[in-house]
């Protein structure tokens, strides 16, 4: 008997022993949960100051679609007054591929926030390339039309203007006082739904990606979808700290990384706009690439660093400070150059005319060499040097053209002269009678050897004068006469 009250003690014991434990467990987890919610950050305040100066922004664009036959076949031989050769001009012309155009408008969307009270608007430049109107929505629900200012398409920004009263304005923060794993905002407009909010950390700082050298991106986990391009990114003080622009996605949609242009990069492209409508960049006039392992160690390097000459441009800041093929640059104006990817950022931000130090890896021997920074050429003139047939439009002529391979000189018969037209809009090139496909061979007389020369000749040409142009359409050389307008 005494057994049994001694078991029933002990069970009723240990029972009030588990639930005192379990009480104690379930306080201190609760408490815990407490204070970890406490530590996440409210945003709602953040939200609510700031949600006015994010802006919608919708842009109407003109596309133009040729109807032509594909490339390598032609037309075919279609008996006169017969009910489909009609048909068949309509559609494909000459037969060579550059048929009427058709115009049609496209719409799109982004975002944008609004920088001070004056209505300086700041989005992407993809957003609004190439739009015929853009319209800038607020929250109180006013709908305003926006002219360009200036736009960058190496650092994707553009400058817009509002002509408005009572703005909200957004606070500039600085970009390089973040920090990898602090919490950010962004605020936008996702597939057109307005001023979503979507949170997250930064995951990594100065991001290089493969199709932009100018800026070093901020990643972070924040979602961003279409629409939310062009929108701030915000920290927790409420300041905009990035300019949110990409993300990596295989499916088009979030998939856990996006990249936000930085603000201190942001604002001074702005403030070039604002003064010259166009940013200048430094420029050196080298093509490079990273240093491996097996490169260093052929280098004579103890690690990989830096940025390996593959090629010197002529004509070159480069060239005439003494760079060589082969060098390996590893410090530009006291920064160190850990990839390559580094050195075209460092170049771009130098002030053109300034003469800078650039310590290079020479045959296995430290060498410095000063170079006197040049301006960054345009896109098409860098195709040229990087011997690329990069197109250059003309808008004198209303005309683009690209230089030919030597695959295509070859068929064609051609050595040392020629460029082919690749879109032909309204203007003199277009009432002379030149079209898509046609080469030109001469202008004013003169051979047109590449597309950058071409360039310099159509801008040489005295307005409301009529000049020859010799091209070639087909096998057969023609001459036209090109009225350059006044």
Not at 456 to 466: I, N
Request: hydrophobic share 40%; proline share 5%.
């Amino acid at each position: 008997m005494n057994v049994i009250i001694k078991y029933i003690m002990f069970g009723e014991h240990a029972m009030r022993y588990c639930l005192t434990r379990i009480f104690i467990l379930l306080s201190i987890g609760l408490f815990s949960a407490s204070v970890s919610a406490r530590e996440l950050p409210d945003f709602t305040k953040l939200v609510e100051a700031n949600n006015a100066a994010v802006v919608n922004i919708s842009t109407t664009q003109k596309i133009k679609r040729n109807h032509g036959l594909p490339p390598g076949m032609e037309m075919p031989d279609i008996p006169e007054g017969s009910p489909w050769g009609d048909l068949f001009r309509h559609f494909f012309e000459d037969g060579k591929g550059g048929g009427r155009p058709e115009e049609y408008n496209t719409t799109s969307l982004g975002s944008g926030f609004i920088l001070d009270k004056d209505g300086y608007v700041v989005t992407n430049n993809h957003v609004v390339r190439d739009a015929t109107e853009i319209i800038v929505r607020l929250q109180d629900r006013r709908e305003l039309v926006a002219k360009v200012i200036g736009s960058d398409p190496r650092s994707d920004i553009a400058l817009l203007k509002i002509e408005a009263k009572d703005l909200p304005v957004i606070k500039v923060g600085k970009s390089k006082d973040i920090k990898v794993g602090e919490w950010v905002m962004a605020i936008g407009s996702p597939f057109g739904f307005d001023h979503s909010v979507s949170v997250g950390v930064v995951s990594a700082l100065g991001r290089n990606l493969p199709s932009e050298s100018y800026v070093p991106f901020i990643q972070t986990d924040v979602a961003i979808n279409p629409g939310n391009s062009g929108g701030p990114l915000f920290n927790l003080d409420g300041e905009v700290i990035g300019i949110n622009a990409q993300i990596y996605s295989r499916t088009g949609g979030f998939m856990g990384l996006s990249f936000a242009i930085p603000m201190d990069v942001a604002i001074d492209v702005i403030d070039q706009l604002k003064s010259k409508g166009r940013v200048v960049r430094g420029w050196l006039g080298i093509l490079i690439q990273d240093v491996n392992r097996e490169l260093a160690e052929s280098f004579g390097m103890k690690q990989p660093a830096g940025a390996v000459v593959l090629k010197v441009l002529p004509d070159s800041p480069a060239e005439k400070a003494g760079f060589k093929v082969g060098d390996v640059v590893v410090k530009f104006d006291n920064k160190k150059i850990h990839r390559s990817s580094d050195l075209p950022l460092a170049v771009g931000q130098t002030p053109v005319g300034d003469t800078v130090n650039v310590s290079v890896i020479r045959e296995g021997k430290s060498k410095t060499l000063k170079v006197s920074i040049g301006e960054l050429p345009k896109e098409e003139e860098l195709a040229q040097q990087n011997g690329k047939p990069g197109k250059v439009k003309t808008d004198r002529l209303g005309i683009a053209v690209k230089d030919l391979t030597s695959e295509q000189r070859k068929g064609l018969g051609l050595k040392k002269r020629g460029i082919q037209v690749t879109n032909v809009d309204k203007g003199p090139a277009a009432n002379a009678g030149i079209q898509r496909g046609d080469i030109i061979l001469m202008l004013n007389n003169s051979d047109v050897k590449n597309s950058r020369q071409f360039r310099k000749q159509v801008k040489s040409l005295k307005a409301g004068k009529s000049v020859p142009v010799l091209i070639q359409r087909g096998d057969s050389p023609i001459f036209l006469a090109l009225k350059i307008p006044k």
